[in-house]
């Protein structure tokens, strides 16, 4: 069957996905494909992405964008982890942080040696044993590839930065490189009766825009995957109940700490990102369990400087598109579906997404076998993650109230179920091949959230106690030192300030 070559693709809705998609397309694809994005100053976006993760490094590396330019541009700071507090119980707390802990040996995690530790009455903290953690809460960061006079890796580092100045310096970005903007709202989606497949979309001021490819990132209203395919969602709000947020940024505080903070509270929690010109805060809640009146009220009462606006109210429903790719349209972002950004993924999937397009982009026409493979590689993305997050939740001893008993006590994913089996009996968790989360994360999660392995790896006895106890003392001495010799508060605050004369311009605080 004769297929239609895609020349043209229009992606419907700016924001931090349209942008994204955008800016990728634009750098691998502008020389064989027309790229016009349409997009309404009167359509707002949701733009509560301002916490990411690593890989955010290697998308930017890939556009060619410079560090400093990016951080300037977007008033961004830089991200060690996550500080999870009041989860596990109240007054806990722990941190996701990036990179490794301590050091791994053949065939076996160091886990299992401070696990065996334990059982020799050896008392150490986990986190001892993370750079990236006594970097975070000694407030000092710089570019360490390598812990000096040895193997171990140095610090893994992501971003906090105003999503919506990202998209921003992105348009600006594409527009150079050939991504044709118009300004426009979608009266009407013209579908072809005999493919199913869109045809064009009729605007407000009388044009008519075709494409071969349209790429949906119109956001929770999904104009085009949902509104017009009528794809279906598959809703996980039984195994994550919050579906609501308000968001409100705040006047910037000090000191500007290098990781985000996520605070539980009664019915959900609080996030908190430093930002160089302000700090962004909102309260993701269950409208089951919290009157959104109470969440609004507990968000003010917690905030750490006087609020800039009046919060925002955001409703959304837990889950995925059935299908992703559906037809001839694509849908990237929250068009696509929804997970709260507890572990700071939505624009990491943003990325992902857009990758994923450009490595399935079809040559002479739309396949349904790449279809197909572009659906099967996006769900399974997507529930590794969202098992990740339900974790959270799951394993917590709070019991406090009906929201955190609820969580204790639901079903959950087999996928997830098993991995919190294994740890808990054995001491071991795998990555799948599909899974975001590194091994170190789920270890850090798990332990963070009380789940303490009753075994641990029979290849831990290989060390006698002195030999486990002078690992830990190396350990501990070669992160210290490392630590040290860091630049005091050395954060990239102020960096929109004042000209570039490096990779960095660091700032100190003290």
Not at 259 to 280: C, D, F, K, N, V
Not at 375 to 398: G, M, P, T, V, W
Request: with cysteine; charged share 20%.
């Amino acid at each position: 069957m004769r297929v239609q070559a895609v020349q043209k693709v229009i992606i419907l809705g700016g924001g931090t996905a349209g942008w994204i998609t955008a800016s990728l397309m634009a750098k691998v694809l502008g020389k064989v494909v027309s790229i016009e994005l349409i997009e309404s100053d009167q359509i707002g976006t949701v733009g509560v992405g301002e916490a990411t993760i690593p890989p955010i490094q290697n998308f930017n590396a890939a556009l060619g964008i410079q560090e400093s330019e990016f951080l300037r541009a977007t008033k961004g700071t830089i991200k060690l982890g996550i500080q999870f507090e009041n989860w596990w119980k109240q007054n806990s707390q722990y941190m996701h942080a990036f990179g490794n802990i301590g050091k791994n040996f053949p065939f076996c995690d160091f886990h299992h040696f401070w696990r065996r530790a334990q059982d020799l009455g050896i008392e150490q903290d986990y986190w001892d044993f993370s750079l990236n953690y006594q970097a975070a809460i000694n407030n000092k960061f710089a570019p360490v590839q390598q812990i000096e006079g040895t193997n171990l890796p140095g610090i893994a580092y992501a971003y906090h930065f105003d999503a919506g100045l990202y998209a921003q310096f992105l348009r600006d970005w594409s527009i150079q490189r050939g991504v044709v903007r118009t300004e426009g709202t979608v009266a009407k989606v013209n579908v072809d009766e005999a493919t199913g497949n869109i045809r064009s979309l009729q605007l407000q001021d009388g044009n008519e825009k075709s494409a071969d490819l349209f790429v949906d990132c119109t956001g929770l209203r999904a104009l085009l995957i949902e509104q017009t395919l009528n794809t279906g969602y598959e809703d996980w709000s039984h195994w994550l109940p919050c579906d609501s947020a308000w968001a409100v940024p705040c006047e910037r505080t000090e000191p500007l700490v290098p990781y985000t903070r996520s605070i539980a509270h009664e019915a959900g929690w609080q996030w908190r990102i430093p930002l160089t010109h302000r700090t962004g805060n909102g309260i993701v809640f269950s409208s089951k369990f919290c009157d959104p009146e109470q969440a609004k009220a507990t968000l003010l009462a917690n905030l750490d400087g006087a609020p800039l606006n009046e919060p925002r109210l955001i409703q959304f429903k837990t889950g995925r598109r059935r299908k992703q790719w559906h037809k001839n349209v694509v849908a990237i972002g929250l068009s696509s579906g929804f997970l709260e950004p507890l572990e700071s993924t939505s624009i990491h999937l943003i990325q992902s997404c857009a990758t994923r397009l450009i490595k399935c982009f079809p040559h002479e026409g739309i396949r349904q076998q790449e279809v197909d493979e572009f659906n099967r590689q996006s769900a399974l993305e997507i529930e590794r993650i969202r098992d990740f997050i339900i974790l959270h939740y799951k394993a917590n001893e709070r019991g406090d109230t009906d929201f955190w008993r609820y969580c204790q006590q639901m079903d959950i994913p087999d996928t997830l179920a098993r991995k919190i089996d294994l740890f808990k009996s054995t001491g071991k968790v795998f990555r799948d091949y599909d899974d975001l989360f590194t091994e170190a994360a789920w270890q850090q999660v798990l332990i963070g959230q009380g789940v303490t392995p009753q075994d641990y790896m029979s290849i831990a006895d290989s060390l006698s106690r002195e030999q486990l106890q002078d690992l830990f003392d190396s350990l501990k001495t070669l992160i210290n030192r490392t630590v040290d010799k860091l630049p005091p508060r050395c954060l990239l605050a102020k960096i929109n300030e004042r000209p570039q004369c490096g990779r960095f311009l660091f700032i100190s605080t003290a």
